[in-house]
């Protein structure tokens, strides 16, 4: 008898083991799906914030001469030997005069084209620049305009950077570039005329934008530029790239 009591004994020891862990198994199943409905709206609401920007910013990287100087005139005077080269010879000011060649989206291409530009006459550094504007106070559609708009402006840019890169290396003519340019200014203004009669205050900054890129267009596809024996085209090209982005700062 006191073996059989003994071996019951281990049989009910072992029975209660195994109903705690399927009740311990059913228990986590039930808490791991509570934990999940509840779980779930925070990540929602975490990836809502972090797509819900309140500031648009653009960081953009120039390739400068590393010869900064006080003199404007001195300044003036680099700018014209950069534009001789192809460069943009853009002058910005920051308590010295910068001589910019070209700008780039990417900081280690810009780094790259620095070094590239480097000769024992000429040192190239690359300089840092930040825009951004709020929207804090934009509706989802106000944003999604916003990035329509910047979107276009981006891609234009990207596409005259491209026919400086194609003057160079002679796959288009001047005259071919002008002609494509004066496009893109077509294009521009379809997109400027929407925005400006669009009269919301909130695009002000944006308008302001494009007008000055459309002005910068306008000079770039001045036909007076195309027989310019001292300043090749690609650097008109670069230039109104460069002023283009600087206007943004303003």
């Known amino acids: 008898m006191k073996k059989t009591y003994h071996e019951v004994t281990i ?9 705690f862990v399927l009740v311990l198994c059913v228990f986590i199943l039930i808490l791991t799906s509570f934990l ?29 001469l590393n ?24 002058l910005i000011f920051d308590e010295q005069y910068f ?3 070209s700008c780039y989206e990417e900081k280690e291409k810009a780094t790259n084209i620095a070094k590239n530009l480097t000769t024992e006459e000429n040192l190239f550094s690359v300089k840092e620049e930040s825009f951004f504007f ?25 596409e ?3 026919l ?28 400027c005329q929407k925005l400006l009669n669009d009269k919301n205050e909130k695009f002000s900054l944006l308008q302001s934008y494009y007008l000055k890129f459309l002005s910068a267009i306008e000079y770039a596809s001045s036909e007076k530029h195309l027989d310019n024996a001292i300043i090749p ?11 283009s982005i600087l206007s943004f700062k303003k």
Request: charged share 25%; glycine share 2%.
């Open 160 to 162: 005259i950077y491209a």
């Open 67 to 90: 010869t900064q100087t006080n003199s404007k005139d001195d300044a003036i005077e680099k700018a014209q030997n950069i534009k001789s080269r192809g460069g943009a010879g853009v």
């Open 11 to 19: 049989h009910k020891k072992s029975l209660n083991k195994k109903v």
């Open 233 to 243: 085209y690609s650097s008109i090209l670069r230039e109104m790239i460069c002023h």
């Open 99 to 101: 001589v910019i060649a």
């Open 164 to 191: 400086a890169n194609k003057l160079d290396q002679k796959e288009e003519t001047n005259v071919s570039v002008n002609l494509k340019l004066k496009t893109i200014k077509n294009e521009t203004n379809v997109y």
């Open 36 to 64: 999940s409905f509840l779980i779930s709206p925070i990540l929602n609401l975490n990836f809502l914030i972090a797509t819900n920007k309140n500031v648009f910013e653009k960081t953009y990287y120039f390739v400068c």
């Open 134 to 158: 709020s929207i804090k106070n934009f509706t989802e559609s106000e944003k999604q305009e916003t990035s329509q708009y910047v979107s276009f402006l981006t891609e234009k840019l990207h």
